[in-house]
């Protein structure tokens, strides 16, 4: 995180100490049946009998929002999440607890959530905002702003039933946030955006934040959560189990997640005794030191490569072989161990491995790695920028190391690779997403941006082999 970060969380922190959000010891259960039948015999007052099973998607959580904070929650799907905002937002209500808010509350939750699709957005806009506890005057006066920030055009006019879902996420969220709400909930909507919109989000999101607005912002991004958090919750199987500095909880999720199934059950429980009490808050003074990487909580020992056999890639796209073929993306740490779940900040070695399968002239090798959208974050080539290998010979086999300082943000990546020429076919093989990698955050980490790759080297080995 940049400076204007940590004057930003010490500027929420200087704020009123006063609560936005209070949850105490919620709980919500649903009831699950076997059979249709059963859930009408039991409405019915059929038998006495108790035909459904309880399952709790949220057990004993308690959170504490102050004004002006932006929390941040994450956790696997089918942890409690959206079931916890839900609660919070009053379109669920919680079987156990209390739920206390102040202000007006503004939430993006399921896409199109409010939205009557008969109606055209212009009315969808006046329902939604009486809904929120504007007057018609008030509505009328902030209408032009809606309507500018959800850009939607002609279609303003038409049923929401005929949008594309990022139609209905631009307006839903512009009604939401044009309003300055006392607290936004936002609930992973904003992935359903083009990349411009979601920039844009970001900054009403972050003018919003400025006025003092409190945000509970759910996101599967590590990076979301890293740049905009003052703090952040992990949820798992219903349960808060977590809770500290952003980059700690983000270190604590990935190691939860991404652990060998061996070791997930201990991984969990180092977790809980890590646990720092939701209900706890810790004094300005605290706070700014755990800016500093001194939080006496911290889970940073989790933090170790290893390789984790399900990081499989199922978007692979190998290229036609026209002279050499990349038969395998390996990473490596520093010692040579093999290893996939990296940790941020650490070297590694990215070695691929093949065969010519001609002759080849003026060769040269590269490498990418992808985030999930496909956009390209960094890569290596080899030789350097306008130079090439003069010749290979047929039957030559190939190891190219690539040595990254990993300094990519928290998260899923692809590896792909290609081997090239200056002469036709250009392209003698190129492979798409071969490989998948994850990286976890460490402690101290105060690295901002999405990676810094410049001191990477590269190194590579030709020897005598057979196809």
Known sequence: ???????????????????????????????????????????????????????????????????????????????????????????????????????????????????????????????????????????????????????????????????????????????????????????????????????KCFARMEKLKGNGTSILFVSHSAQNILDWCDRAILMHKGEAIYSDSPVNTIQAYQKLIYAPPDQQVEALAQLKSFRVATTELKSVEATAESTKGSEPHSPSDLAVAFFDPSLIPETTVTYPTQGAEITEIVIQDVAGKRVNVLVRGNEYIFVVKGKFLEDCRSVHFGIHIRQPSGVGVTGQRYPGLNQSIEQVSQDTLFEVSFRFKMSLSAGGYFVGGGVWSDFEPVCLHRVIDMTMLKVSPVKNDQAFGYFDASNGQSKLQLYPGSC
């Open 1 to 199: 995180m940049d400076s204007y970060g940590f004057k930003r969380r010490a500027k929420v922190l200087a704020m009123s100490s006063e609560f936005a959000i209070r949850v105490r010891n919620v709980g919500k259960s649903f009831h699950i049946y076997d059979k249709p039948q059963h859930r009408l015999r039991q409405m019915l007052g059929a038998t006495k009998r108790q035909l459904y099973r309880e399952f709790w998607a949220v057990r004993d959580v308690s959170l504490d929002v102050r004004k002006g904070e932006t929390i941040g929650i994450v956790g696997c799907n089918g942890s409690g999440k959206s079931t916890l905002l839900q609660v919070i937002c009053g379109t669920l209500a919680p079987t156990e607890g209390q739920v206390e808010t102040k202000g007006r509350l503004a939430a993006l939750l399921e896409l199109g959530a409010g939205f009557n699709p008969e109606f055209s957005g212009r009315e969808n806009v006046s329902m939604n905002a009486a809904i929120l506890g504007l007057t018609r005057a008030e509505t009328d006066a902030k209408f032009d702003e809606i309507a500018e920030f959800a850009d939607i055009g002609d279609f303003m006019d038409q049923p929401v039933k005929t949008y594309s879902s990022g139609m209905y996420v631009r307006l839903a969220f512009a009604v939401q946030a044009c309003i300055d709400p006392d607290i936004l909930v936002v609930d992973e909507a904003l992935a359903v955006g083009d990349e411009r919109f979601q920039r």
